[in-house]
């Protein structure tokens, strides 16, 4: 048996058992393994990795573990002040865009609202998933831990939240989204832009009542769908001015 021990930073514990968090831990291998495997096998997906220190050093996911090292992980998202080390991750997308996995289209819809670009297929599978992600350069939003194991995935995110009223608090947070925050930016059906247009140009579209009640309507580029301020939007709205 190799032993090794370990610990884990930041957020990243929240995919560890409780009494492994924010504390060094020993671990037993059969046999030399990467770094990679190795932290995958304590249930934290490598996307969301992006210092590993063996001793240390700082290395990649290929690095060879035989046994007998001190290894501390830390998140992609947490500021380190560490010059000449090895980031594991591509630097930040300048804006971020995503794909979601198939059980997230209620925050697919609430982030484009957003402002967003958001792919949603209902059917796809995982390696459609993985594919999308990594041929567009997009952050993979998902909650299946094994998804972002994938090797091919390398912007990804797990969130944690199941409740979907929490989940936009914690991308924002976790993800650094605020300053990209553009309300009405995109259409919530079809994930095309919105433009705003005036008021009599969609006068025949709108119920009487909304159209009386609304001043500012957006009408989608794509699927020619108007929208105007419902009180779910007020409430994102409140919402955002309360950060
Ligand atoms: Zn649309």
């Not at 297929?121 to 992600?133: F, H, K, T, V």
């Not at 939003?141 to 998804?147: A, H």
């Amino acid at each position: 048996m190799l032993e090794l021990t370990i610990r884990f930073y930041e957020e990243l514990n929240d995919f560890l058992p409780r009494d492994r968090r924010k504390r060094e831990f020993r671990v037993e291998l059969r046999q030399p393994s990467s770094v990679k495997d190795l932290i995958e096998s304590l249930g934290v997906p490598h996307v969301e990795v992006d210092l590993i220190l063996v001793d240390g050093r700082s290395v990649g996911f290929d690095h060879l573990i035989e046994g007998g090292e001190r290894i501390s992980v830390y998140p992609v998202f947490e500021s380190i002040d560490i010059t000449e080390v090895q980031h594991l991750r591509p630097r930040p997308l300048r804006k971020p865009r995503f794909v979601l996995d198939v059980h997230l289209g209620w925050l697919a819809r609430r982030l484009r609202l957003l402002g967003f670009d958001c792919l949603y297929e209902r059917e796809a599978d995982d390696r459609r998933l993985a594919e999308l992600s990594s041929r567009q350069d997009r952050i993979l939003l998902t909650r299946d831990r094994g998804l972002l194991k994938r090797k091919q995935v390398t912007r990804g995110y797990c969130v944690r939240s199941t409740d979907p009223a929490e989940q936009i608090p914690e991308l924002m947070d976790r993800l650094e989204l605020r300053r990209w925050v553009r309300p009405f930016g995109r259409c919530p059906v079809c994930n095309g832009e919105l433009d705003e247009v005036p008021a009599e140009q969609v006068a025949g579209e709108v119920p009487p009542e909304s159209y009386r009640h609304f001043d500012r309507f957006w009408r989608c580029r794509d699927c020619q769908q108007v929208y105007w301020k419902g009180s779910h939007v007020e409430e994102i709205e409140e919402w955002l001015e309360g950060l």
